[in-house]
Nanobody, 118 residues
């Protein structure tokens, strides 16, 4: 079973930046979709960004223009670059792998916490 490990969370002031990394225990080259999700206290988990290929990327409206997702298959890594962070970006951020387009099989990481202070 593939494992995903997130890193890069922390405390940052509003307007600052953080880079989250998701590293897989095996090759992600065959993984259909990689994504980042977040969950704020008392709220449901929401998809922040996902990537199939460089031409097939989706972002949550509220992070469009501020966050960038990239996947590096050679390094088994997915990066979420977060700029101009806002207090509402605070939450636990999780990496998710959807193994194939037609299958519901997925793998989640344990998460990394982001706190944005005002």
């Amino acid at each position: 079973q593939m494992q995903l490990v997130e890193s890069g969370g922390g405390l940052v002031q509003a307007g600052g930046s953080l880079t989250l990394s998701c590293t897989a225990s095996r090759s992600i080259g065959s993984i259909y979709r990689m994504g980042w999700y977040r969950q704020a206290p008392g709220k449901e988990r929401e998809r922040v960004a996902s990537i199939v290929t460089a031409d097939n990327i989706n972002y949550l409206d509220s992070v469009l223009g501020r966050f960038t997702i990239s996947r590096f298959n050679a390094n088994n890594t997915v990066i979420l670059q977060m700029n101009n962070l806002k207090p509402e970006d605070t939450g636990d951020y999780f990496c998710r792998a959807k193994l194939s387009k037609l299958s519901s099989v997925e793998v989640w990481g344990q998460g990394t916490h982001v706190t944005v202070s005002s």
